[in-house]
């Protein structure tokens, strides 16, 4: 019978990524709630030594397939490497990271094997040894809870920056395996030909811890640098709602909402957003929602922990150097 | 260069979702239904890469007899034909099922690149388009904002936005690309271009006549099964902050992120 949980981890470069750790410690209380082992799967070249990390966040065993064709991502090797894996040690719960990577991973995984899935999980739970998934649909319009009866391995991803990083305990070790490669050159049929950094240095909104998002209320594109110095200030990523994109003022990669990205960031700061319900929908599982709009009627206000009535103009730049006295 | 565009028919994203009284499915009463936003750049970008190399697009929808008409809007935008699995057994089906159905009226055309938005607006799985390239036997490249393909169109070359950077992405055809929001700016149907699209051939295909047991479809045969749907959990009340000035309103902000909410 099926047993186990195993986590993908994700690496970039050789280096763990965030998500990651996010799922090992979500995949401990997972296998603790069932009473099972925990296996983190690391692919990547020349990565070995990283493995003893994913012990310290929870894994009992880490499965290593170290292959210089396995350094940068593709779907064609990682998801054979994985699914041979998974016929191999026939996990019941199989979990990735809802990040670009994972996404584009478990859903060619999940009909390789031929089973089921649940993508940008927000909970899982374990109820009378069922293993269970929430998901939000209609971009968060909805939520829906999910069970895999029908189908084995269990396989779910986690929304970034959901699921509660543990305290890494590092005196925890992991039996490390070397996983089997057998890749056959000729069966790939995609390449990374060039990857085109962002040098902004900003991290990406699905990942940012907190985000300041500027709607049709910023009047034009000149004016975002008022919300660039206080997301400089807190360490934060810029948004934008679907209007300003729309519009011209930011690039579609900023947009926020049910035709853009899905975010929940410890702070989400709406600036001139009016909230319409695809907007809403997108950063509603944000963790503290601030909201400010000179419309005391903006839809937005009913959505935001902390409101402010009045024009963003004044209050931005006066939040800019009123933040600076805690920072 | 023949080239296949699927779409699917998603609720407008202005709709209000409501959960049925059943509490596994949505009102369906009243909703706008649309070709899925992402789909639509995907029919965009098949119409333009016929442009520049020739052949045929074909549209391959599913879905039940309303899908007709997105079908018939992607024909107007410049489509040469249009399929549509229609068959009540498929109602409730999984993305799995789903891109079965796809992949049996598809095997048999010919093709070189294939389409598809990069998610549902609806179910927000994103799985469909892997599914239907693991099904045909090639390759994906998923959620992509730029498409090249090659002079001699024997292979593409995509860009791909991750967190953080761009990548660039290669593959043989025929390939399965998905479409993410940035590819392009999807056209309207021009009057004639809805004119000559009621012309256009639109077959409807059964599961029989994709030779498929319908057993394997709809609700009883999903994978995943819905035990409950739900609103959105509520938020509490939020605190509209008090002050005379916007320097003061901003001040008492602060002082609550920092104090109250701990995030500054």
Known sequence: ?327 | MNIIACIKQVPDTETQIKVAPDKKSIVKDDIKWVMNPYDEFGVEEALRVKEKFGGEVTVVGLGPKRVTESIRTALAMGADKGILIVDDALEGSDSLATAKALAAAIKDLDYDLIFAGQRGVDDDLGVVGAALAEFLGIPQISVVVKVDVAEDGKSVRCNRPVEGEVLVIESSLPALVTAQKGLNEPRYASLPGIMKAKKKPLEEKSLADLGLDSAEFGEEARKVKIMEMTPPPERAAGKIIEGETPEEKAAGLAKLLHEEAKVI
């Open chain 1, 1 to 327: 019978m099926a047993q186990g949980v195993f986590a993908i981890a994700e690496q970039r470069e050789g280096e763990i990524r965030k998500v990651t750790y996010e799922i090992v410690s979500e995949g401990r209380r997972l296998a603790d709630a069932l009473g099972q082992e925990l296996t983190a799967v690391l692919l990547g070249s020349g990565i070995k030594d990283k493995a003893g990390e994913l012990a310290h966040y929870g894994a009992d065993k880490v499965l290593v397939a170290d292959d210089p064709k396995l350094g940068t991502y593709t779907t064609d090797a990682y998801v054979t490497v994985i699914a041979d894996l998974v016929k191999d040690k026939d996990p019941a719960v199989v979990l990735g990271g809802a990040s670009s990577q994972g996404k584009d991973l478990i859903a060619r995984l999940s009909a390789r094997l031929g089973v089921g899935m649940g993508q940008d999980c927000t909970a899982f739970s374990v109820e009378d040894g069922k293993f269970t998934a929430v998901r939000p649909v209609y971009a968060g319009k909805a939520y829906t809870k999910v069970s895999f009866e029908n189908s084995m391995p269990q396989i779910a991803t986690a929304r970034p920056n959901v699921m509660t990083i543990s305290e890494p305990d590092t005196s925890r070790s992991a039996e490390v395996i070397d996983a089997p490669v057998s890749l056959d050159e000729g069966a790939l049929k995609t390449k990374v030909a060039d990857v085109m950094k962002d040098e902004s240095g900003k991290v990406d909104l699905t990942e940012a811890d907190k985000i300041v998002s500027g709607g049709r209320g910023m009047k034009g594109p000149e004016n975002y640098n008022i919300l660039e110095e206080l997301a400089d200030l807190i360490g934060a990523s810029v948004g934008a709602s679907r209007s300003a994109v729309d519009a011209g003022w930011r690039p579609h990669s900023d947009q926020v909402g049910q035709t853009g990205k899905v975010v929940s960031p410890n702070l989400y700061i709406a600036c001139g957003i009016s909230g319409a319900i695809q907007h809403l929908a997108g950063m509603s599982t944000s963790k503290v929602i601030v909201a400010i709009n000179k419309d005391p009627d903006a839809p937005i206000f009913q959505k935001a922990d902390y409101g402010v009535v009045a024009d963003l103009f004044d209050v931005v730049p006066a939040l800019t150097e009123e933040v600076k006295k805690y920072l």
